[in-house]
Nanobody
Framework: VQLVESGGGWVRAGGSLRLSCVSS????????MGWWRQAPDNQREWAAS???????NYKASLKDRFTISRENGNNTVYLQMDNVQPEDTGVYYC????????WGQGTQVTVSS
């Protein structure tokens, strides 16, 4: 069982990034998947999730800028981040919402002002 996040990087405020998370070892299409983020010196917080019926759910403060999607054929969940801000800086992780798996390494997002 594995979760591998990618797509992070350095971006200026106002820019965009698309994060990807490839899953393996379980029946991806049956699970609600989510993205979390952890800013420096802060706890990991939930950002968005998408259920097996492709219905998304967002942290209220992010819903106008982030878009979560999934491709079951590729066992992949995405997070499109638009108009990023410095407060979006952190390590981004994906996981199952229920029956959480061991966390992957995450992908670092750094937003400069």
């Amino acid at each position: 069982v594995q979760l591998v996040e990618s797509g992070g990087g350095w971006v200026r405020a106002g820019g965009s990034l698309r994060l990807s998370c490839v899953s393996s070892g379980f029946t991806f299409s049956e699970y609600t998947m989510g993205w979390w983020r952890q800013a420096p010196d802060n706890q990991r917080e939930w950002a968005a999730s998408i259920n097996p019926s492709f219905m998304p759910n967002y942290k209220a403060s992010l819903k106008d800028r982030f878009t979560i999607s999934r491709e079951n054929g590729n066992n992949t969940v995405y997070l499109q981040m638009d108009n990023v801000q410095p407060e979006d800086t952190g390590v981004y992780y994906c996981n199952r919402i229920y029956n959480r798996l061991p966390w992957g390494q995450g992908t670092q997002v750094t937003v400069s002002s």
